[in-house]
């Protein structure tokens, strides 16, 4: 369903305010903030015909809107659409290469960590080669408002224990692939959404990286992240 330029730089505003604030979003506050060159009765009336077409919803009668999985669809294939971006820490994760020689167990595991900070969401690691997994980032993403339910954690440990045994349903390639809400080819994922993309990396052969996390993610940060940490790799 198509939807003017107007309600594209609407879109993209709610979610991105979304994302930052994690709660809904009014038209009222996009009005103070930016400037759509319209007066506040219209924005209401193109955030409505935004939620009709199913790119936003309202969860309470009085309350602003939040991103549907297609709203946010939306959003992340505008973004890989985009110029691949760069990582503003990429020399962190040169450092952390440099060490990958002398000790891939002790790379892994500061990698994974520095991916989970970085992204404020859980790291995987997955060497192919070696069927191993490296797993972090549950202080961070459980610091994210999402996780204030305790149906909200069941389900992501539930996410956790699906996502070893069928991490080929994700069907990830060279390229990135993200997976939002029931677009997850796992259960109990609904919540979620997860970014993977395959590595090669010296001796030990194919690797997967995947940052898992609530659906309010900051995807181009986590893009970034993963387009750098790929293009590093390359020069080992």
Not at 41 to 58: N, P, S, V, Y
Not at 105 to 131: G, V
Not at 148 to 170: A, N, P, Q, V, W
Request: overall charge negative; charged content about 35%; hydrophobic content about 40%.
């Amino acid at each position: 369903m198509k939807i003017t330029e107007r309600q594209k730089a609407i879109l993209d505003k709610v979610i991105q305010e979304h994302i930052d604030s994690a709660q809904p979003v009014s038209s009222q506050s996009l009005e103070k903030k930016y400037d759509f060159g319209i007066c506040p009765a219209m924005i209401r009336i193109e955030m409505q015909k935004l939620t009709d077409k199913g790119f936003l919803f309202q969860p309470h009668t009085s309350a602003g809107r939040v991103p549907t999985d297609k709203g946010y669809r939306f959003f992340v294939d505008k973004l890989l659409e985009k110029e691949i971006s760069e990582f503003e820490d990429i020399f962190k994760i040169e450092e952390i290469f440099k060490e990958a020689r002398e000790d891939i167990l002790k790379w892994t595991t500061r990698l994974t960590k520095f991916l989970a900070e970085e992204s404020s969401n859980f790291a995987i690691l997955h060497l192919l080669k070696k069927d191993l997994f490296w797993k972090e980032g549950w202080e961070e993403v459980f610091e994210e408002p999402e996780f204030g339910e305790k149906r909200i954690i069941s389900d992501f440990f539930k996410l956790l224990e699906t996502f070893e045994e069928k991490i080929e349903d994700l069907k990830v390639n060279s390229g990135i692939k993200i997976y939002i809400g029931r677009e997850t080819p796992f259960p109990k994922a609904k919540n979620f959404s997860i970014i993977s993309s395959k590595f090669h990396f010296l001796d030990e052969g194919e690797g997967i990286v995947s940052l898992l996390g609530p659906k309010r993610m900051a995807y181009d940060r986590n893009i970034a992240l993963i387009n750098s940490f790929k293009k590093i790799l390359e020069k080992f």
